[in-house]
């Protein structure tokens, strides 16, 4: 086992179980005797949280969307993740940058090359010469059809703007992470969230374990 920081994403979309699964897999690092923050995007951070409500509920267009959500990432990065992983910490997060491909890129159909200009820039470190970003060093991909995300969360909650999109929408998401793998494949883990929660969790685990970093 790896007792340097680790960063594991864990994206989908609503309805696909992350939620539930992260809790466990926080359960599973801290009973190796790790210290594990949990947290999410777009939030995180006072400021960030701020930025969440107005990106989930206020109507804008893409772009603002786009530069509101690389905006609160840059804070989270600063103020939890980097901080986290430099005290060897394993972090946690509900999405990140792939999802920002996934819903702003592929579902409301905004410019891929300006997105990764803005992941360039966000996610570099000053200290770091190599000019490499901050990325995962996991990304649990919770795959799930979207008719069938749709029928779990029925009557769960008053929907947000993102959760209120027609089917179609979603299946663009959906397609946009399946782009995201393909481009860095190293890097995901695809989860068939169609399956029963205890074989969902055996996939997860599994792909840590294979990492190494769980016994």
């Known amino acids: 086992m790896t007792s340097s920081g680790l960063f594991i994403t864990l994206e989908g979309i609503d309805g696909a179980g992350k939620s539930t699964h992260i809790a466990a897999l926080k359960e599973a690092f801290e009973a190796g005797g790790r210290v594990v923050p949990c947290t999410r ?29 690389f905006a609160a990432r840059r804070d989270h990065i600063l103020q939890v993740i980097a901080p986290a992983l430099a005290r060897s910490e394993v972090v946690l997060c509900d999405r990140f940058t792939d999802a920002t491909f996934a819903y702003q890129g592929a579902g409301r159909g905004f410019d891929l090359a300006l997105l990764s200009h803005l ?5 570099h470190s000053p200290d770091r010469k190599d000019h490499a970003i901050l990325q995962p060093d996991l990304t649990v991909w ?12 029925a009557d769960a909650r ?9 089917e179609t929408f979603f299946r663009r998401v959906r397609d946009g992470y399946a782009q995201r793998m393909a481009a860095d494949p190293g890097r995901f883990a695809r989860i068939d969230a ?22």
């Not at 919770?142 to 969360?153: E, H, K, N, T, V």
């Open 142 to 153: 919770f795959d799930l059809d979207p008719g069938l995300a749709a029928q779990r969360l």
């Open 41 to 69: 995007e777009p939030g995180g951070t006072r400021l960030a949280e701020q930025l969440r409500t107005l990106i989930l509920n206020d109507p804008m267009d893409a772009m603002t969307e786009a530069l509101l959500v």
């Open 158 to 166: 008053v929907p947000d703007k993102f959760e209120s999109q027609p």
């Open 119 to 123: 992941e360039q820039t966000v996610q």
């Open 194 to 215: 169609a399956q029963p929660r205890d074989q969902v969790w055996q996939q997860v685990l599994g792909n840590v374990r294979h990492r190494g970093w769980l016994p």
